[in-house]
């Protein structure tokens, strides 16, 4: 079945830090992706979205390249602020079934000053 | 406009006992979806309903089950909680659910905090 696989954290960077967040999947036929981002007791918010291959999706410094050749959809940073702390999500959309999302586990992030 | 609301915010049940959580999604959005996210997890899907039917539903028991009303709203029931169950319950909303569409952005809402003791 479909699946999300992303780097497991807690990662601790400092502040103006390059972040990459490592995330691969499994999917039958075009399935869209994201990222979306937990702040401390909050819900989700959606991060940013690609949903074709090679689509760049990009927003508050964020980016993420759909790579249909590697199955990956990284998610980077170039300077990241301590407002940045939070869980962030890796998942895609199956199309095949109605649009339900299927999370990555997550991963934590710290930025320390 | 508002965004997705659910209620309650917070709530602590016992074991073997039953719950009723409850979702408005956006106003003209027509599919709800909801989901267990585990503490330390990502969500996991539960159900989706779109124009109240079932049109998606996830590896849960039978003890889940959940229902869309005329208006859209859903509610997700749990019964004979588990201490298992304890979990953040996520609703999303989206305009349709229409398989092999190009996209549809699913909005969440905050969240039901369930704690089973």
């Known amino acids: 079945g479909n699946s999300v696989t992303q780097m497991e954290g807690p990662v601790t960077l400092s502040e103006e830090a390059f972040l990459t967040i490592n995330c691969t999947y499994t999917a039958t036929g075009y399935p869209s992706l994201f990222w979306y981002v937990q702040y401390p007791g909050e819900g989700l918010q959606l991060l940013l979205k690609?949903?074709?291959?090679?689509d760049k999706g990009s927003n508050k410094g964020f980016e993420a390249t759909y790579r249909k050749e590697t199955t990956s959809f990284h998610l980077e940073k170039g300077s990241v602020q301590v407002s940045d702390s939070a869980v962030y999500f890796c998942?895609?959309?199956?199309?095949?079934?109605?649009?339900?999302?299927?999370f990555g586990p997550g991963t934590s992030l710290s930025v320390i000053p | 406009d508002a965004g997705v609301t659910q209620s309650p915010t917070h709530l602590i049940k016992t074991r073997g006992q039953h719950v009723t959580l409850r979702c408005s999604p956006i106003?003209?959005?027509?599919?709800v979806s909801w989901y267990q996210q585990v503490l330390g997890q990502g969500p996991q899907f539960i159900f989706q309903?779109?124009?109240?039917?079932?049109?998606g539903r996830g590896n849960f028991p039978d003890r889940f089950s959940a229902r869309q009303f005329p208006n859209y709203s859903s509610e997700l029931n749990v019964n004979a909680l588990l201490l298992g169950d304890s979990a953040l319950y996520l609703c999303a909303s989206s305009l349709v659910a229409l398989a092999g569409a190009s996209y549809n952005e699913q909005f969440f809402g905050p969240g039901t905090r369930l704690t089973v003791l």
């Open positions: 998942a895609l959309s199956d199309k095949t079934s109605y649009d339900k999302v299927i």
């Open positions: 690609a949903t074709k291959a090679d």
């Open positions: 309903y779109y124009e109240k039917e079932e049109r």
């Open positions: 106003s003209g959005h027509k599919s």
